[in-house]
């Protein structure tokens, strides 16, 4: 019995002892991680002038797992507003199994920009105050992302890098006070909240066979350019929204229980309670705060300012558009 007890002590404190040692490393590398900022940690706005109706607020933060570790934020976004009310917001998710995943989001986020810049100012969209067609959209918006991957490509032989090491999600949005295009490819989500208050799904994130898998920019040509998703919508927005994969158990409704079946579905719907709170919240803050503070006080939100977001060991990025007046609210 003696000899029992006795093994029984030095395993459990050599247990407690390893687990300690392994907080201690944990917590070494989180304070390397905020010596070093992070990586691509960034909050972003744009303020409601008298030329501009848009207020544009943005964050990327690392997520808690990728802190413990010392892995720098793997997601990106890049936005722009220009004349008549329009612009663009683009976003980008690094794999995390990518070892410089987060130059490519980086990239990405600014080559789409100016991409879409160009784009809309040859077809004089917004000189014209005037949506594509359907079928337009579906051509140019492929036309896009097919575009941008091919750029993509010539980046990762330019720099010598794998594509491997450079795989990353992509996700763009043209709004207007019209309607709003979407183009994307992989996961994430975006949506927006139209003039009446109601809520709409622009994307559909791609999924794999596992749970996690999806496609990115760099995956092979015919693969991807199946899997590029294309969306119009053609009502006058309140707000637009988007976000990683990191953002969606707080902000999305990704299953419900079907009450005829019994059995859970997949959904695509922004979850109307967050966003009706947090666009109001929004809208408070712009008329006290210059942009700046608003996108800092945002990137603490998203980093640990709600319980989901604190658990989240994924990286975090949300950008919302919120135009300067909220009719439906009179």
Not at 40 to 67: C, F, L, Y
Not at 262 to 275: C, D, R, S, T
Not at 302 to 307: C, I, P, R
Request: glycine share 8%; hydrophobic share 35%; with cysteine.
């Amino acid at each position: 019995m003696a000899n029992s007890y006795s093994w029984k002590h030095n395993y459990t404190s050599l247990f407690l002892y390893l687990r300690k040692k392994r907080r201690e490393l944990l917590a070494f590398k989180e304070q390397a991680g905020r010596q070093a900022g992070y990586g691509n940690d960034q909050s972003t706005g744009i303020a409601i002038t008298e030329r501009n109706p848009w207020m544009i607020t943005g964050a990327s933060v690392t997520g808690h797992g990728h802190k413990a570790e010392g892995i720098p934020c793997q997601d990106a976004h890049h936005t722009e507003v220009w004349k008549n009310g329009w612009g663009v917001a683009a976003l980008s998710d690094g794999a995390g199994t990518a070892a410089r995943s987060h130059l490519a989001s980086e990239w990405l986020v600014k080559k789409a920009v100016k991409e879409v810049r160009h784009l809309v100012k040859s077809r004089r969209w917004a000189q014209n105050q005037t949506l594509p067609a359907p079928q337009e959209w579906q051509h140019y918006g492929a036309g896009l992302m097919q575009s941008i991957r091919h750029s993509f490509l010539h980046f990762a032989e330019e720099t010598g890098t794998p594509l491997y090491e450079l795989h990353a999600t992509l996700i763009v949005i043209i709004f207007s006070p019209h309607g709003i295009l979407a183009t994307h490819i992989g996961d994430g989500r975006a949506g927006c909240r139209d003039r009446h208050g109601n809520y709409h799904s622009l994307i559909t994130p791609w999924e794999g066979e596992q749970a996690g898998q999806t496609v990115f920019v760099s995956t092979n040509a015919e693969r991807s350019a199946k899997a590029v998703g294309i969306a119009r919508l053609a009502l006058a927005p309140d707000a637009f929204f988007m976000m990683t994969d990191g953002c969606e158990r707080v902000a999305w409704k990704t299953i419900q229980l079907n009450p005829a079946t019994g059995l859970y579905q997949k959904i695509n719907q922004p979850f109307a309670p967050f966003f009706n709170q947090t666009l109001d919240t929004l809208r408070q803050m712009q008329t006290i705060l210059p942009s700046r503070a608003i996108a800092r006080n945002w990137h603490s939100y998203l980093d640990n300012g709600h319980k989901g977001f604190e658990t989240e060991t994924d990286d975090k990025t949300m950008v919302i558009g919120i135009l300067r007046t909220n009719p439906y609210q009179s």
